[in-house]
């Protein structure tokens, strides 16, 4: 690296960001690029740790530290801050398949791990991988890549998500013949539809399908395996079938009035809110929070996704609950270095909220005790109690007004009932110890239908490994290594 005290002497400089004000206005990303050459001084701050744990890949304390695609991370810092980004670019697609996906998508856990975290802030791992590939999509460098032998083996991947993408597009670089099979009306899962356009523009998840089609990876839409067609049909055109059908059964809110007219389930709400800006319809989405008064149950990353859709349409009002409280602004003694941080921030939702609606959106300490409806079987409010053992009274409940109220309390699993011949654990696919392999011979899972909910990197590692697997069960070798 440049000086060995860039990491103290440089200061860090993260993503440039559109006036909460103004992007609240669009639906276009709202992150910018530094200029190439700030992204060089960025990267210079880099130690070039003798053990990078930035790229260790591994879970602490129930989450995620460093990255699980094990990126070769201080070698494109070094790259990029001699001005190699060709070079840079090519380190960065040996271990990652898609980083336009990963540098907008993931909440960057290699950040947090990073050495220069302890004595200053951690590098802006996420913004320069993002100028990385971004520079290589302009620059032309990022071509379809065309298969050097052709095996005659077909693999069938079901689901278009990351883990089924990581997977088919490892598997066809292999040289077998893969066709994508996804039951929504465009592909990429929850690339497409459970992420809003802000935080990933959609053009850069068809620009990548596009690709893949180039290098000769079949797309199959607006067909579910279990109804339009089954399972046993699959194990008869395909040498080998994976299943990435993700785990999108919410999680209910089973209390009183949750039968209400105007309760959703988050990620109905997302999915619709994309669907009506992609067909760039002119009649209000199916669920619009315009005018209203929204409450969104849910502390998570996919809640604050509500709030900033919920203030685009034009909300009244927008509040966020949560079990637990506020979190300390500093690493506590309990979250120590390499775990990731649990420290108090201000995401892009709730900056939007403070600038536009005068507040930050977030309650901790509230639980839901009831809906509240009219004569209409609309929901009008919701009474809460504070979510601790020692005052749950009456006199300690509250009422909040809402008109839409959107449930965001995570996943229970995969839905699988159309595949009754696939054993489940925990509302998973359940797979032999330390492999992807199904109770049926030749149908394999990845994703969060194997892992359980869970962030975009690891969908990908699932799926290069369940690659892997399939590798070594069609021919008993593998080139995926």
Avoid at 32 to 45: C, G, W
Avoid at 184 to 191: E, H, M
Avoid at 268 to 291: C, F, Q, V, W
Avoid at 395 to 416: D, M, N, P, Q, Y
């Amino acid at each position: 690296m440049a000086a060995n005290t860039n990491f103290l002497d440089i200061k860090r400089e993260n993503f440039k960001e559109a006036p909460p004000a103004e992007r609240v206005q669009n639906w276009l990303e709202y992150q910018k690029l530094l200029p190439a050459f700030k992204l060089q001084q960025q990267a210079s701050r880099c130690m070039d740790c003798g053990t990078p744990f930035c790229q260790m890949g591994t879970v602490l304390q129930s989450g995620t530290s460093g990255c699980p695609l094990y990126n070769l991370i201080p070698e494109w810092n070094q790259l990029v801050n001699e001005g190699k980004w060709h070079e840079a670019y090519l380190r960065l697609a040996k271990t990652n398949n898609f980083p336009e996906f990963t540098s907008r998508a993931c909440p960057a856990p290699c950040e947090g791990s990073c050495t220069a975290g302890l004595a200053s802030d951690p590098v802006t791992i996420k913004s320069i991988e993002k100028a990385i590939i971004d520079k290589a999509f302009q620059e032309g460098w990022v071509t379809p890549r065309q298969p050097k032998l052709k095996t005659g083996k077909k693999i069938a991947v079901i689901g278009s998500g990351p883990a089924g993408l990581t997977a088919a597009d490892d598997l066809n670089q292999a040289g077998h013949s893969v066709t994508i099979y996804e039951k929504a009306d465009r592909f990429g899962g929850l690339l497409m539809y459970g992420i809003p356009n802000m935080k990933l523009d959609k053009n850069s998840v068809e620009r990548r399908i596009e690709l893949l089609k180039a290098e000769g990876i079949q797309f199959i839409g607006s067909t579910e395996i279990g109804k339009d067609i089954s399972l046993e049909e699959l194990q008869t055109a395909y040498d080998a079938v994976l299943l990435c059908i993700g785990a999108e059964k919410p999680r209910e809110l089973s209390i009183e009035g949750s039968h209400l007219k105007g309760i959703y389930a988050a990620m109905d709400y997302l999915t619709l809110s994309t669907k009506h800006y992609l067909n760039k319809s002119e009649e209000e989405p199916a669920i619009s929070a315009k005018g209203k008064r929204v409450v969104v149950i849910g502390g998570g990353d996919t809640g604050a996704d509500c709030v900033a859709t919920a203030i685009r349409q034009g909300c009244k009002s927008v509040a966020q609950f949560g079990k637990y409280g506020q979190l300390s602004t500093t690493r506590e003694a309990h979250n120590p270095w390499p775990e990731n941080p649990q420290v108090f921030t201000l995401d892009y939702a709730y900056e939007e909220a403070k600038d536009v609606l005068g507040e930050d959106p977030r309650q901790y300490f509230i639980q839901t005790k009831a809906f509240i409806g009219n004569e209409n079987g609309e929901v009008a409010a919701l009474e809460t109690i504070p979510f601790n053992r020692f005052d749950t009274s009456d006199a300690a409940s509250r009422i909040w007004e809402a008109e839409l109220v959107l449930i965001a309390i995570g996943f229970e699993g995969t839905v699988s009932e159309n595949l009754s011949a696939i054993e489940t654990r925990s509302n998973r696919i359940k797979t032999a110890d330390n492999s992807y392999q199904t109770n049926v011979e030749g149908v394999f899972a990845a994703g969060d239908a194997r892992r359980g909910q869970s962030l975009i990197v690891w969908a990908m590692q699932e799926g290069k490994k369940a690659a892997q697997e399939m590798e070594e069960f069609l021919f008993n070798k593998t080139v995926l290594a």
